[in-house]
């Protein structure tokens, strides 16, 4: 079963905008892990946070992780039409399931050039 | 290229037969993850491995698929009498947790069809 949601499910947007995706989950994690996945390919790694981390950064991303709300946002700032893809959380928690990812339904972003 | 790979990359086939698919992880991960994900959701988890251990099975992996990692490196996935709910794209990930983190690479995966 899916661990979390992904708000909004479709996002569409310019180039040069700002976009925002939001997740959320249902149990304890040990981290949350944001992949891309380009129209029937593989996952791309994009960016992992640990429980005990609150912000991280990795280029034009920036993701947050509020476990309080059990929440997480990715940004991706001045966004290109390359950026266009399905964005998915994956929440990798913690205890003897250690490793096994849980996944959102995922946000699909277009960015119009 | 040295990232996960899996072969075939597209499988067509009729309902009731066998297929088996392949992945070969990154040559130092220690770990191997399979994934379903069918149209317009996310992945969701098949099975994993370490080294040679099947340490986990999700309740998806009905008795008509089975896993194997026979040398602790590549993998092989089986379907059984193969049902038209299989179509999906199945997903092979690897990983090493030898290290700090446990960032899964995945593979192009293998789409199915079961017609």
Known sequence: SQQGEEDPQALSIQ??????MNCSYKTSINN???????????????????????EKHSGRLRVTLDTSKKSSSLLITASRAADTASYFCATGPGGTSYGKLTFGQGTILTVHP | DTGVSQDPR?????????????????SEHNRLYWYRQTLG???????YF??????????LLSDRFSAERPKGSFSTLEI?????????????????????????????GTRLTVL
């Not at chain 2, 959701?41 to 099975?47: A, D, H, M, R």
């Open chain 1, 15 to 20: 180039e040069g905008e700002n976009a925002t």
């Open chain 1, 32 to 54: 949350l892990q944001w992949y891309r996945q380009n129209s029937g390919r593989g996952l791309v790694h994009l960016i992992l946070i640990r429980s005990n981390e609150r």
């Open chain 2, 10 to 26: 597209h499988k067509i086939t009729k309902r009731g037969q066998n297929v088996t698919f392949r992945c070969d992880p990154i």
């Open chain 2, 41 to 47: 959701q996310g992945p969701e988890f098949l099975t």
């Open chain 2, 50 to 59: 370490q080294n040679e251990a099947q340490l986990e099975k999700s309740r």
């Open chain 2, 80 to 108: 059984q009498r193969t049902e038209q709910g299989d179509s999906a794209m199945y997903l092979c990930a690897s990983s090493f947790t030898g290290g700090a983190l446990d960032e899964q690479f995945f593979g192009p």
